[in-house]
């Protein structure tokens, strides 16, 4: 199984980013996929989470500005930032859960310009 994390690049702030995570080659369901991000030097920071079911939670740092979904029959989850900031700046990894595995894709880097 492999995630693929896509849809970093450039942006200016206040801009908005939508970051795809696609699982492949999984022969069981998907239960929670999340999105983390880290900034050189720094630990990975938890940005949000979706179960199978749909329930959502949002990490402090994009609450009130960001939104996460997936589509199980996919394989795939999608995180939207709007109004980015030059902190947004990061590597983002997204991970899945996965036969009581937690499964990590490699990063996509934003960077926000100011």
């Known amino acids: 199984v492999q995630l693929q994390a896509s849809g970093g690049g450039l942006v200016q702030a206040g801009g908005s980013l939508t970051l795809s995570c696609v699982v492949s080659?999984?022969?069981?369901?998907?239960?929670?996929m999340r999105w983390y991000r880290q900034t050189p030097g720094d630990v990975r920071v938890f940005v949000a989470v979706i179960t199978r079911s749909g329930d959502t939670n949002l990490g402090d740092s994009v609450w009130g500005r960001s939104d996460i979904s997936r589509d199980n029959a996919k394989n795939t989850m999608w995180l939207r930032i709007d109004k980015l900031r030059p902190e947004d700046t990061a590597v983002y990894f997204c991970?899945?859960?996965?036969?009581?595995?937690?499964?990590w894709g490699q990063g996509t880097l934003v960077t926000v310009s100011s």
């Open positions: 080659g999984a022969k069981s369901q998907i239960d929670a």
């Open positions: 991970n899945a859960d996965y036969l009581d595995e937690t499964i």
